[in-house]
Each structure stands twice: as C-alpha cells, then as structure tokens.
C-alpha cells in the first residue's frame, strides 16, 4: 500500500504531496514526527522503528495462560501495524466517528492529518478553570466510547490522550491495540470501558461523575457487555484486596488508579443489579408487559 491515501489529498497542492515521502525519510528514525506543511500540521507515523518493550515480550509469551481480557493483542509490526491501525480507522469512520484523515502512506509509515485538540489537552485546561465543564467532557468520553461499542467497535486503548474534540464531537485516534480480535468482543468492549474509567475515576473533580459517566455509557452501550464487564471487574477486584488495605499514598500512580476504577464499577455494577435481585427474592418481579 504506497502512494497517495484516499482522505482528504485535495486538500494539500500536488507540490505538498510530492514532498511528503522526502519528509518520511527524513524522519526515518522517529516512531512520530509532527511536521508542517503549507501551514498545516501533519503527523507521521512509523511502524518499523521500535522494539517491543521486554515486558510486552513477556506478555505476549504467557498470553495464552492468562484470564482472556488479560490476553494480549497479537503481535504487529511495520506493513502488519500499519494495516492493523488503517483497518481500524476505516471501521471508525465508516460507522461515522471523527478519525484523522490520512494524506500518505508507504509499507511502514503514515502520514496523519492534525485531528485536533486532545481530550487530555482540554481536561488539562479545564480542570482549573471549570471544574463542572472538565467532569462533564469525562462523562462525554464515556457516552461516545459507548456509542462505538453499539456500533460494533472497540478502540482498545482509549486513553484521554487517544481522543479528540472536533467542534462537539468526539474522535478517536491511535488504534494500536486489537483486542478484539484475541477476545470475544463484548469483552474487549468492556476492557475498553475499564481503562477508561483509569481516566474518569482519577480525574473526576466533583462527587457523582464516576456514576453519571457508567449511566452515559450504559444508556447506550449493547447490554451484553455487561456480563463481561463484571467477569473482568470481579476478577480484579478480587485480586487486588490485598491493594485496598493500603494507604493510597503507598500505593503507585498506575495502582491507585486501577483500585479506584475496579472499586467504582464494581459498586456501580453490584448496585445496578441489587434492585433485580431483590424483586426476584421477594416475589413482585412484575410480568413482561404489565404496567
């Protein structure tokens, strides 16, 4: 796949596009380069120049072994990343979604528009500023991760800084995970769902966000992610105990974070279901269709 892409190439003059794969080999060696051209703000994106890290070595080895949505997404580097992240964005924007619009592409690299703001950048500027307007962009995230999973999709990183604001719409960017394809769906869906609440429950500013973000999410995600989100949420829970007896001062940023999600969902979810229970156990569960 060399040679122009199929976004938005008009967009640049036939002098711009001519340059673009001087500037690829001019930034062989960086994973992401952001360069300007006619003014505007390109990204380039290499899939041929870094080693996977020891530690996603390991995970991929013991993989196998592991709970499913431990699992990790199969190996994939150069043209194979590259098309991985292509094929994804595509599934993106067919179902609608704001994705960056790609200008080039050779075996191993592509050359992105500027998407815009990042989530992260704009919770940044808010949460000083405006603590309602930052909270309310977290449940906003939430609501639109949702509404992917109901299309059928799942991001599989989606990190603040993995997502976008263009005018009132959220965008999605960075699709270097795939763990739908290691995983039944609802459970790479609900995985999806638990790392972002690594976001929401650390960033969150005012009491009650947490739960206002899982109902957005909730309202519109397909039901059958539920299940798997608390077969996951259960298995964590469990294994961090030993975590929640802790000071959260002793405790690292990336563990304080993980306690506080799992502690969340796993109230909201227990919470979600105790009402059910209860109508069963005491008999006034009323019929499908009576009002």
Request: aromatic share 6%.
């Amino acid at each position: 796949m060399t040679g122009h892409a199929n976004d938005m190439t008009g967009a640049l003059s036939a002098e711009a596009l001519a340059s673009l794969p001087g500037l690829l080999a001019a930034n062989a060696h960086l994973r992401v380069a952001c360069v300007e051209v006619e003014g505007r703000r390109l990204w380039i994106k290499r899939y041929d120049v870094e080693r996977m890290p020891f530690g996603k070595v390991l995970h991929a080895l013991v993989s196998p072994l592991l709970p499913v949505f431990l699992r990790s997404s199969a190996r994939a580097g150069g043209q194979s990343g590259l098309e991985r992240e292509r094929r994804k964005m595509d599934r993106f924007r067919a179902a609608s979604f704001p994705v960056a619009d790609i200008l080039f592409a050779d075996k191993a690299a592509l050359v992105l528009s500027d998407a815009g703001e990042s989530a992260q950048k704009r919770l940044g500027e808010l949460r000083s500023m405006d603590a309602a307007a930052h909270d309310d962009l977290l449940v906003k995230l939430a609501q639109a991760l949702g509404e992917a999973h109901r299309a059928g999709l799942c991001h599989g990183r989606p990190h603040s800084r993995d997502v976008f604001l263009r005018d009132d719409r959220i965008g999605f960017l960075d699709f270097e995970e795939e763990p739908e394809a290691v995983m039944p769906l609802p459970m790479a869906q609900a995985r999806d769902l638990w790392l972002l609440f690594l976001q929401i429950s650390s960033r969150a500013a005012l009491p009650g966000t947490q739960m206002r973000a899982f109902a957005a999410w909730r309202a519109v995600a397909p039901a059958t992610v539920v299940p798997a989100l608390a077969q996951l949420v259960g298995f964590f829970h469990r294994w961090m105990a030993p975590l929640r007896l802790l000071p959260e001062n002793l405790l690292g940023k990336d563990a304080l974070y993980a306690v506080r999600a799992t502690s969340f969902l796993k109230s909201a979810l227990d919470a979600a279901a105790a009402p059910a229970s209860s109508l069963q156990a005491t008999g006034r569960e009323r019929p499908r269709g009576q009002s």
